[in-house]
């Protein structure tokens, strides 16, 4: 089974940008079509985008299409969100995980091998 352990949350004003990391240990990385989501207080777990194994396709939730980009370094076992202009309601803890249910899901349910989450804050 695979491990996550994300990085690279933190405070940030409105309109800026963050680079949030999943690192993967354990089985092979690269064999896994992977997605982020994420979770404000009192909220459930909500899915921003997911990412295939080789980077060929991508979805996204409406939410953040345009402003957030996933993608991943299989040589590297990393997997990366980039989020740009973002606003106070992006603020959330945000989680890595991996798909084991269909392509194209965006329940939690579906994914596994979830990381411990890392904290993303937009002040306005």
């Known amino acids: 089974q695979v491990q996550l352990v994300e990085s690279g949350g933190g405070l940030v004003q409105a309109g800026g940008s963050l680079r949030l990391s999943c690192a993967a240990s354990g089985r092979t990385f690269s064999n896994n079509y992977m997605g982020w989501f994420r979770q404000a207080p009192g909220k459930e777990r909500e899915f921003v985008a997911a990412i295939s194994r080789n980077s060929g396709n991508t979805y996204y939730s409406e939410s953040v299409k345009g402003r957030f980009t996933i993608s991943r370094d299989n040589a590297k076992n990393t997997g990366y969100l980039q989020m740009n202009s973002l606003k106070p309601e992006d603020t959330a803890v945000y989680y890595c995980?991996?798909?084991?249910?269909?392509?194209?899901?965006?329940?939690?349910?579906?994914?596994?091998?979830w990381g411990q989450g890392t904290q993303v804050t937009v002040s306005s």
């Open positions: 995980a991996v798909l084991t249910g269909v392509w194209g899901s965006t329940r939690p349910s579906d994914f596994g091998s």
